[in-house]
């Protein structure tokens, strides 16, 4: 009796023993692999609306806190539209179904700061069938919308929204600089997932990030960039449209759809 019960508290100890290791085997595991994840600085590991400390030392800022709407207010307005919450860390433009009539109190947002060399970067997430944009070096005017004066990146539902069978070669699908040049490659992810997207701006130089790639690249005030917005539509809603601004705000839409900004942060070049 007494050798069973020594066989049975041997075998207890080494089964304590057998999970005791996997466990710690299990723990290493899920260790390495977090320390993977933020080495590609993936979604799960990422602070919201927050900077690293090397995002510090180059000289990165904050535009949006996360908590509430300070630095930001309404296109041509004073206050913030109330169309437009803070919740959850994300900023949302609540969809109002009537397209760019927009919400009793909405509209586009800026950033109350204007920038001339910049490097902007920013989380969206669009809604089904939704359509938004980023606009930068924009310029208020008296009962203007800033896109008369500022190019703009296109936020779109490629899949569901009728702007991305339009236009030329794919030039109204996200990421492109809208109705003049395609996103190339179109790799913008589907309604209801984030994409993150960047734009560069430096001396004229324009460059588009979606996702982390490259989509395109342009120059302001340069002959081909004349005769591009010449043969366009937008000198007939500003005939002076192509002589975009060298400085000015970065602003949101607000076009009717539900759409979802975080991680908003720029650094100045």
Known sequence: MKRFFSLLLAGTFLFAVA??????????KETAE?????????????EMNALSDKEKEKGWVLLFNGENSEGWRGVNKTEFPANWIIADGVMHCKGSGQGEAGAEDGGDILYDKMFTNFHLKLDWKISEGGNSGIFYLGQEKEDWPIWKTAP??????????????????????????????????????????WNTAEVICFKGT??????????????LWTDDW????????????NEDWANVAKQGYISLQDHGDDVWFRNIKIREL
């Open 34 to 46: 977090k320390k993977e994840c933020c080495k590609e600085k993936s979604e799960e590991c990422r």
């Open 206 to 219: 324009v460059v588009h990030k979606q996702n982390g790639k490259t989509i395109l690249e342009y120059h």
């Open 152 to 193: 703009e990146m296109q936020i779109l539902d490629n899949e569901n929204h009728i702007d991305a069978e339009m236009g030329i070669d794919g030039n109204r699908q996200a990421g492109s600089l809208y109705d003049l040049i395609p996103a190339k490659p179109q790799n913008a992810n589907p309604a209801g997932e």
């Open 226 to 237: 004349k005769a591009m917005v010449a043969d366009s539509k937008f000198p007939e809603l």
């Open 19 to 28: 999970c005791n290791s996997g466990q710690k085997k299990a723990e290493k």
